[in-house]
C-alpha cells in the first residue's frame, strides 16, 4: 500500500505546519494511522497516531500539548497540525499504516510512506 506523506517545509520557531498522509486508492477509515519522525543519526521516534475508530489518539512526550492528529474520513486523510515548532523537531516525518489497533513501535507498522522533511529554523 502505497502512502503519501505531505506537507513539510522550511519554517521558524514558533511556527506551525500540517502535515498530510492518505492512501491513492484505498481507504484508511478502518486503520490505525501514526506519524513517526527521525532525524539523523537517531532511531525513528513515534510521534503521534489514531486509532481506526479514530477515537483513541496518542502523542510521544516531547510533542504533547503542541501537536494533534486527525482524521478526515471523508477526504481520505489523517493530519497532523504541528504547532509552536522547536528546533528539535527537524526530522524526516513519515506516516504509518496498521489494522485498526493504535500501536507506538514502528516494527508494528506494515505500510509506510515516503517521508517529508520538516526543518525548524532558530
Known amino acids: 500500500v502505497q502512502l503519501q506523506a505531505s506537507g513539510g517545509g522550511l519554517v521558524q520557531v514558533g511556527d506551525s505546519l500540517r502535515l498530510s498522509c492518505t492512501a491513492p486508492?484505498?481507504?484508511?477509515?478502518?486503520?490505525?494511522v501514526a506519524w513517526f519522525r527521525q532525524a539523523p543519526g537517531k532511531e525513528r521516534m513515534f510521534v503521534a497516531g489514531?486509532?481506526?475508530?479514530?477515537?483513541?489518539?496518542k502523542y510521544g512526550g516531547s510533542v504533547l500539548g503542541r501537536f494533534t492528529i486527525s482524521r478526515d474520513s471523508a477526504n481520505n486523510m489523517v493530519y497532523l497540525q504541528m504547532n509552536s515548532l522547536e528546533p528539535e523537531d527537524t526530522a524526516v516525518y513519515y506516516c504509518?499504516?496498521?489494522?485498526?489497533?493504535?500501536?507506538?513501535?514502528?516494527?508494528?507498522?506494515?505500510?509506510w510512506g515516503q517521508g517529508t522533511q520538516v526543518t525548524v529554523s532558530s
Open positions: 486508492g484505498r481507504s484508511l477509515n478502518r486503520n490505525a
Open positions: 489514531i486509532s481506526g475508530s479514530g477515537y483513541v489518539d
Open positions: 504509518a499504516t496498521r489494522d485498526f489497533v493504535l500501536a507506538t513501535v514502528a516494527n508494528e507498522y506494515e505500510n
